[in-house]
């Protein structure tokens, strides 16, 4: 049993990450979702003299307190601002050809959420933003008064598969008409019209999430980025991958699958042309979840799953 006691806040599933990523403590490690340097410091705590990890992120806040943070690891550690859909890109920067093992992080850092200033949650009446990297030109402001109704719908049933999508886009429209809507606290008036007035859950919750994963284009941005960082993996190199929310995991889990399978031919032809080997092995073949005694102390472990695939 572990203690979980720590002056930093430490995220969901560390010590399940750390064991099923970290196979040789001298190798090159990257952490493509630095966000509070949690796992970051993790990963550094547990290499030799030879290891190595580099860090990405978008957001100059989470780099900027990274910095002080993990600072004492001198030349160990290295941080590069960029999506980590560009990870082949941050690996040449850094003078990298293959790595031992990559870690994802997928969603929303604690501290973006609860800055009221970003504008990600329906908590805090404050402008509509909710950019991971403040430097993009799309925000959630131009989301919700640009799109027109239709693609309206279509991000918040793909995205937030929310029941009651066609109802908030139209009411979204309406309010459009009579004047642009500035702030989040105005969004979530016009999302609770459209709700039953006793919903369990805040009737806010999918549709912010669908208008966040369209702003940071999440689901392209993971779909690449698994391809891209699978590639960069050495021979027996690990990638690891947390997710929130089924509409991530199962991205992670039917490119993993595909990985992990060799031949494609159709199931009609008898013998085999596509020539296709499985690259990869699933580590666990069921995702890895948060122990009994994480899901006491932090709510958002409860939808938290780990998927690791080592490369062949």
């Known amino acids: 049993m572990h203690e979980i006691e720590s002056e930093y806040h430490i995220p969901v599933l560390y010590y399940e990450t750390l064991e099923t990523l970290i196979t040789n403590k001298d190798g090159i490690y990257v952490d493509c979702t630095l966000g509070g340097g949690g796992h970051s410091e ?6 030799g003299e030879k290891g190595r990890l580099i860090s990405i992120d978008q957001d100059d806040q989470a780099i900027e307190f ?12 290295s ?8 990870i082949e890109t941050v690996l040449y920067m850094a003078g990298v050809d293959k790595v031992t093992g990559i870690l994802m992080d997928i969603g929303v850092s604690s501290t973006q959420l609860d800055d009221p200033e970003r504008g990600f949650s329906y ?7 909710m950019r991971m990297n403040r430097d993009d030109k799309i925000s959630a402001y131009e989301v919700v008064n640009n799109y027109d109704e239709g693609e309206l719908v279509r991000i918040f049933f793909e995205y937030g598969e929310d029941r009651f999508a066609r109802k908030v886009a139209r009411l979204i ?10 702030t989040t606290g105005e969004l979530v008036d016009i999302i609770r019209k459209a709700y039953p007035p006793r919903s369990e859950k805040h009737p806010a919750k999918k549709v912010f999430q669908a208008i966040r994963i369209e702003v940071n284009r999440e689901l392209e941005v993971l779909k690449n980025a698994i391809t891209k960082s ?22 992670v889990k039917n490119m993993f699958r595909d990985l992990c399978t060799g031949c494609k031919c159709p199931k009609e032809i008898p013998i085999c042309v596509c ?4 690259k990869g092995k699933l580590v666990n073949r069921k995702p ?3 122990s009994q005694e994480e899901l006491k102390f932090n709510n958002r472990a409860h939808s938290a799953k780990l998927r690791v695939i080592e490369k062949l």
């Open 288 to 290: 890895i979840t948060s």
């Open 66 to 77: 990274a910095k002080k943070r993990l600072e004492k690891y001198g030349s160990k550690w």
């Open 79 to 86: 941080v590069f601002k960029s999506n980590f859909e560009n």
């Open 275 to 278: 020539n296709e080997t499985p």
């Open 173 to 182: 429209c309406q309010r459009r008409e009579e004047k642009s809507i500035e």
């Open 230 to 251: 699978f590639n960069s993996l050495e021979k027996g190199g690990r990638l690891a991958i947390i997710t929130f929310h089924s509409l991530e995991d199962r991205i």
């Open 42 to 47: 993790g990963i550094l705590k547990e290499l």
């Open 123 to 129: 908590r805090y009446d404050t402008k509509l933003d």
